[in-house]
């Protein structure tokens, strides 16, 4: 629905069929003229953790009829969404005060993973707060896109750069748990943290080391 002149009153007549659609996924509202009303509606396909599936990806891009109210309710339904991954709010004019709800909103949920605040009115104070977040709270958050902002490179660079230690620590936990799956015969004992190696089949052998 990009570029729709949907406005408030035209997403509240198509609201009660999304709401209820069995698998939508993702949703694009960006630059639908849409108010604090209308961000109101949206935070309903948010369930909170432990209600029904809701949406995975939303867009909400150059709606700047929305206030820090609405901003701040969304931010308020994403904290608490146990399915939204991908969020797009790039040029609506947020201003630093919105992005400090927006990294408690971070900081809290579980699943967001890609945030996109391209020329959102930021300035180094949202970044600081940004990167305070990223560096002392574990989060999903993988990707985060500050350009055209008045945002300082080396404040960019720093948060990209945890972002990144980030994933590369979970690569290499997928890939730890990879190889165990591939071969379930090597266990961790925990009480003497040795390995014991044990092999199957016709003539192979049963090693083990254990504590002396």
């Known amino acids: 629905?990009?570029?729709?002149?949907?406005?408030?009153?035209?997403?509240?007549?198509?609201?009660p069929a999304l709401s209820i659609h069995p698998s939508l996924v993702a949703?694009?509202?960006?630059?639908c003229m849409l108010g604090d009303e209308g961000i109101n509606l949206i935070c309903g396909l948010?369930?909170?953790?432990?209600a029904k599936s809701g949406l995975k990806e939303l867009t909400l891009s150059a709606n700047p009829g929305v206030t820090s109210k609405g901003w701040g309710r969304l931010a308020i339904a994403v904290a608490h969404s146990s399915q939204l991954r991908v969020l797009n709010l790039d040029y609506n004019p947020l201003g630093d005060q919105v992005a400090g709800m927006l990294a408690v909103a971070v900081a809290s949920s579980r699943t967001l993973e890609v945030l996109d605040l391209e020329g959102t009115g930021l300035t180094n104070q949202s970044a600081q707060t940004l990167l305070d977040m990223v560096e002392?709270?574990?989060?999903?958050l993988r990707t985060?896109?500050?350009?055209?902002n008045n945002i300082s490179p080396e404040l960019q660079q720093q948060i990209s750069d945890l972002l990144s230690e980030g994933e590369e620590e979970e690569e290499t936990e997928v890939r730890e748990v990879t190889a165990r799956e591939k071969n379930p015969w090597i266990c961790q004992n925990n009480s003497t943290s040795?390995?014991?190696l044990m092999t199957s089949g016709l003539g192979d052998s049963l090693l083990a080391e254990t504590e002396m």
């Not at 948010?46 to 432990?50: Q, V």
């Not at 985060?144 to 055209?148: D, F, M, N, Q, S």
């Open 1 to 15: 629905l990009h570029g729709s002149p949907l406005t408030d009153a035209g997403l509240a007549l198509l609201n």
């Open 27 to 31: 949703l694009d509202l960006g630059d």
């Open 46 to 50: 948010l369930p909170p953790d432990g």
């Open 136 to 140: 002392n709270y574990p989060t999903a």
């Open 144 to 148: 985060l896109i500050l350009a055209e």
């Open 194 to 196: 040795q390995m014991v």
